[in-house]
């Protein structure tokens, strides 16, 4: 998906130590003292979740080092979504197969109904298992026992403690910290955000509707829909989480129909600690915020995307937006991949925005004077047929129109015909239609970017922790979009 980045991401230290200032004036009293952080986050996933969680603390380590470097004391702070209740998001599990990504997973149906925060609950899947599978797929394993390793550091713990002891192994214990969204000891000072919205719920709508219907006159698609009755806030209720409903002065708890309370009870709940404040996917980044002197974010395009329809939020909670860095995008290429590639001579730039492309520009070079021939008879028919035009003119006007028709007629067949030609061809040459799908299939799984599909495991069995971490946190650059391709 092709997401516009708007002016909010920043991608030069300058703008970010403008910002930094910003913060700190506006935050005098907070626990870093003259430190601002940086930030990044992702869900708690299962063997860290995919790639590009790596690539995320990779790619936000750069930038508190480069901010560092250029007197900005920064700390890196990495946000785990542990309060998020999908279940199935966390327990994805792809391991290469014949036929594609296969998902190792457990059965998504039984974890649909899941309202409990996922950080604290433990999964119930035997990794060693896959680690196991994920080893005997390679001809060559020679980091098998990195592979264990990584699977042991998330077995018999909750889903956060694994994912941030497999992310910190991963890595090499870099400096990095971890929040959890669930930390109990964070929510009383978040709570007068929660009630802020509360009160203020009117308000923050009108905020977000504007906001969206700017967004839909650009033309840009919201990241986040909401029912109309909703607020962007959960409250946790034991060991539930629900989203906060009101209609008409009326509050009520999604998955807790039949009760109902009055803004005094909300409130109440939530100052006392009966319920705790959980944040929407458009009120957390303002939690970050005003727990954290965040000075800037590093995001995804789909993270981006909701934040922007968020942003405005910012202002009236007060609080200086951070500046956001588009977070890089990796191709780790194998070395078998790379000889691939270099014999094939292979655009690997144009390869990753479409295999398909590739195929047809050979197709295409191939048959070249076929294609020409073809566009050459299109252009003698069309000039043919416009030398008729006065003569049928002068018979009756009304046939210009038919000889416009029939003109377009013959460049549409011809068209046609070309395509055909050049879907033939392609299937024709077979060896490097081989090539292509097995090049697909390593770095381009499902028409996906591998870092979006594969979680590291993919690479431990045959390259080891030591050297993907080194790949990682030595090539990994943060202001650079991307995709960035390292060879392993």
């Known amino acids: 998906m092709t997401i516009a980045v708007p002016n909010m991401v920043r991608s030069d230290v300058a703008s970010i130590q403008a910002r930094a200032k910003e913060v700190l004036a506006r935050?005098?009293?907070a626990a870093n003292g003259s430190k601002v952080v940086v930030t990044t986050g992702q869900q708690v996933g299962l063997f860290t979740g995919p790639l590009l969680t790596a690539v995320k603390a990779a790619a936000l380590l750069d930038l508190s080092r480069s901010l560092n470097e250029h007197g900005v004391a920064a700390d890196a702070l990495f946000w785990c979504a542990s309060e998020d209740h999908d279940l199935i998001e966390v327990t994805r599990i792809f391991l290469p197969g014949p036929d594609g990504p296969k998902?190792?997973?457990?059965d998504p149906g039984v974890l649909a109904t899941n309202r409990?925060?996922?950080g604290g609950l433990h999964p119930q899947v035997d990794l060693g298992r896959i680690a196991d599978e994920a080893v005997g797929r390679e001809e060559a394993a020679p980091f098998a026992e990195d592979a264990r390793r990584f699977a042991a550091l998330g077995q018999?713990?909750?889903?956060?403690d694994g994912f941030v002891a497999s992310l910190s192994w991963l890595l090499?214990?870099?400096p990095l910290r971890f929040a959890d969204a669930a930390a109990l000891g964070d929510k009383p000072a978040l709570v007068p955000l929660a009630v802020r919205i509360v009160r203020e719920r009117e308000t923050v709508r009108g905020i977000l509707a504007k906001q969206a219907g700017e967004l839909a006159a650009q033309g840009l698609p919201l990241q986040v829909s909401t029912e109309p009755a909703a607020l962007p806030l959960f409250a946790i209720v034991g060991s539930t989480r629900h989203l906060l409903r009101e209609d008409d002065g009326i509050f009520s708890l999604k998955g807790d129909e039949g009760r109902t309370w009055t803004e005094a009870d909300v409130i109440a709940r939530l100052e006392s600690g009966e319920w705790a404040p959980s944040f929407s996917a458009l009120t957390r980044p303002l939690a970050t915020s005003w727990l954290h002197p965040v000075a800037a974010a590093v995001l995804g395009p789909a993270e981006v995307a909701y934040w922007r329809q968020m942003l405005p939020l910012f202002g009236w909670a007060g609080l200086v937006p951070p500046c956001i860095v588009l977070r890089p995008s990796v191709v780790l290429l194998s070395r078998g991949d790379q000889k691939l590639a270099e014999r094939l001579g292979l655009p690997l730039a144009k390869f990753l925005t479409s295999p398909q492309e590739v195929?047809?520009?050979?197709?295409?070079?191939r048959n070249a004077d076929l294609l020409?021939?073809?566009?050459?008879?299109?252009?003698v028919a069309r000039e043919s047929l416009e030398s008729l035009r006065p003569e049928l003119v002068g018979v009756d006007a009304s046939l210009a129109k038919g000889l416009d028709a029939t003109t377009q007629n013959i460049s549409f067949a011809i068209g046609?015909?070309?395509e055909r030609v050049l879907a033939a061809a392609s299937r024709a040459d077979e060896a490097f239609g081989r090539d292509i799908d097995r090049l697909a299939a390593s770095l381009l799984p499902g028409g996906k970017l591998a870092e979006r599909v594969y979680s590291p495991l993919v690479y431990l069995p045959r390259h080891g922790r030591e050297r993907l971490a080194e790949r990682l946190l030595g090539e990994v650059r943060w202001s650079e979009p991307g995709p960035q391709v390292i060879e392993l």
């Open 372 to 379: 020409a021939c073809l566009a050459n008879v299109e252009t």
């Open 416 to 418: 046609k015909l070309r």
């Open 156 to 160: 018999g713990r909750s889903f956060y």
């Open 103 to 106: 998902d190792l997973g457990p």
């Open 116 to 118: 409990r925060p996922v």
């Open 172 to 174: 090499g214990d870099p």
């Open 27 to 29: 935050a005098p009293g």
């Open 359 to 365: 195929r047809r520009g050979r197709a295409a070079a």
